[in-house]
């Protein structure tokens, strides 16, 4: 197995005078997307298991549910916590030690006898399984600028199928083996990630990381929000989309459980797998934005989005309704994230983990206003107003981008303009001003 960073290619930059740089070759960003989705598979793992787990431990239904707002609640402290050290520490170090830690979190949890063990280990996964963020940003700063979209597409590709695929994963290990083996062999896969990437990825990033105290560094992820108008604005394009991704996901089941269907819960997993070829296709998204065309496929992307809405409204006449919905959604969801991200690393590389990081709040936020609207709204009135629901935050989205697409700057529009010419650096973060 090559080492520290020998399977990255070496090659010349279309830039005037920069010389030679490392940039990932296909087989290592394919290695940052296996590791992204398996990292971020652990938060959604126990939604399938969340009955059984109880049983086992003789907790009661409202303790249980507390599994599922404990993960998130620690994913959410872990993306402002943990993924801005990104910027200032080797991110080759902290990505392993994160994985690493994250195996010990896993064992807690496959190994608890009581609740409270079983709640703090499952706490602890999602603040770890943040890592994710931070390979995202390593990833994107391998990446020259004229292809960082390709890479952030195909790394996020990993992203979103690790959430789609998770509870179908979880299901079926649980039915061979018990919930405790879906942790065990979590842990385990985690294990032989962390190995792998200490073998594979770069000692230093290109770019030397920042000095700013921790303290300064958690402050100045505020700071770029406010500095940021398109930063503002793509974090709110993030929590509308996934408010919609959500709403469709944490309510499916229940419909499909109903007449006409009666599916069985390894059949609505399954669900996933039509979800992850629509997420797939969108990382063509990368490549577009790495041609200047981000306003153009962030409106068309939303506004498949929308429509994504009608078919799945006809869900319980017709199965293709169903599959050709959650196809469309998938892909939508997926081309404006890779967009957002793609986007926002490119207006201060040197604060990319930050920028990631801050952004993914957005994501947190939406997910879960999607979820708890979702399935209220769906014991209230059913799946119609989960329709309606899901349309208006994808509506939302698409008047935002209307009122806004010629009013905040493109950074992937003038790479691809300068592409060919003379070098145009990305504009630096001022650290001063944090002083």
């Given at each position: 197995m090559p080492g520290h960073g020998e399977a990255l290619t070496r090659r010349t930059e279309p830039r005037g005078g920069e010389g030679l740089a490392l940039v990932p070759s296909r087989g290592v960003v394919m290695l940052f997307a296996v590791a992204c989705g398996a990292a971020v598979a652990n938060v959604y793992f126990s939604q399938p298991l969340l009955v059984t787990m109880g049983h086992d431990l003789a907790m009661s239904p409202a303790l249980v549910g507390s599994v599922v707002t404990l993960t998130h609640v620690g994913y959410g402290l872990g993306?402002?916590?943990?993924?801005?050290?990104?910027?200032?520490?080797?991110?080759?170090?902290?990505?392993?030690?994160?994985?690493?830690?994250?195996?010990?979190a896993l064992a807690v949890v496959a190994t608890a006898r009581t609740a409270a063990i079983l709640l703090a280990g499952i706490a602890a996964t999602g603040l770890l399984a943040v890592v994710t963020q931070t390979l995202v940003a390593f990833a994107a700063s391998l990446a020259p600028p004229a292809e960082r979209g390709r890479v952030v597409g195909l790394v996020t590709s990993g992203v979103v199928v690790g959430i789609l695929l998770a509870r179908t994963a979880s299901g079926l290990v649980a039915d061979l083996a018990g919930w405790r083996c879906v942790y065990l062999a979590s842990a385990s896969l985690t294990a032989l990630l962390a190995l792998v990437m200490y073998r594979v990825l770069p000692r230093h990033s290109s770019a030397p990381p920042t000095t700013l105290p921790y303290g300064r560094l958690?402050?100045?992820?505020?700071?770029?929000?406010?500095?940021?108008?398109?930063?503002?604005?793509?974090?709110?394009?993030?929590?509308?989309?996934?408010?919609?991704?959500?709403?469709?996901?944490s309510s499916i089941a229940l419909p499909l459980s109903e007449a006409p269907y009666f599916w069985s819960h390894s059949a609505i997993g399954a669900l996933g797998l039509a979800g992850?070829?629509?997420?797939?296709?969108?990382?063509a998204a990368g490549r577009l934005n790495d041609r200047g065309l981000s306003r153009q496929t962030t409106g068309i992307a939303l506004a498949l989005l929308?429509?994504?809405?009608?078919?799945?409204?006809?869900?319980?006449?017709?199965?293709?309704?169903?599959?050709?919905?959650?196809?469309l959604l998938d892909l939508a969801v997926q081309a404006v994230h890779v967009t957002n991200q793609t986007?926002?690393?490119?207006?201060?590389?040197?604060?990319?983990?930050?920028?990631?990081?801050?952004?993914?709040?957005?994501?947190?936020?939406?997910?879960?206003?999607?979820?708890?609207?979702?399935?209220?709204?769906?014991?209230?009135?059913?799946?119609?107003a989960v329709c309606a629901l899901g349309a208006a935050f994808s509506c939302l989205g698409l008047l935002l981008w209307a009122f806004t697409r010629h009013s905040t700057p493109d950074p992937?529009?003038?790479?691809?303009?300068?592409?060919?010419?003379?070098?145009?650096?990305?504009?630096?973060?001022?650290?001063?001003?944090?002083?």
């Open positions: 993306l402002f916590l943990l993924v801005p050290l990104g910027d200032t520490a080797d991110r080759r170090r902290l990505i392993v030690a994160q994985l690493l830690l994250l195996v010990l958690l402050r100045s992820t505020v700071t770029l929000f406010a500095q940021e108008r398109l930063l503002r604005l793509r974090g709110l394009l993030g929590l509308l989309i996934f408010a919609a991704f959500s709403t469709l996901w992850a070829a629509g997420a797939l296709a969108a990382s929308a429509v994504s809405w009608l078919p799945l409204a006809f869900i319980r006449n017709s199965l293709w309704a169903l599959l050709v919905g959650v196809i986007l926002i690393y490119g207006l201060h590389p040197d604060a990319g983990s930050r920028l990631i990081g801050g952004y993914m709040v957005f994501y947190s936020i939406g997910s879960g206003t999607g979820a708890i609207t979702a399935t209220s709204l769906y014991a209230a009135a059913g799946w119609g992937a529009a003038e790479v691809a303009s300068h592409s060919s010419g003379a070098s145009t650096g990305s504009p630096t973060y001022d650290h001063a001003s944090e002083s």
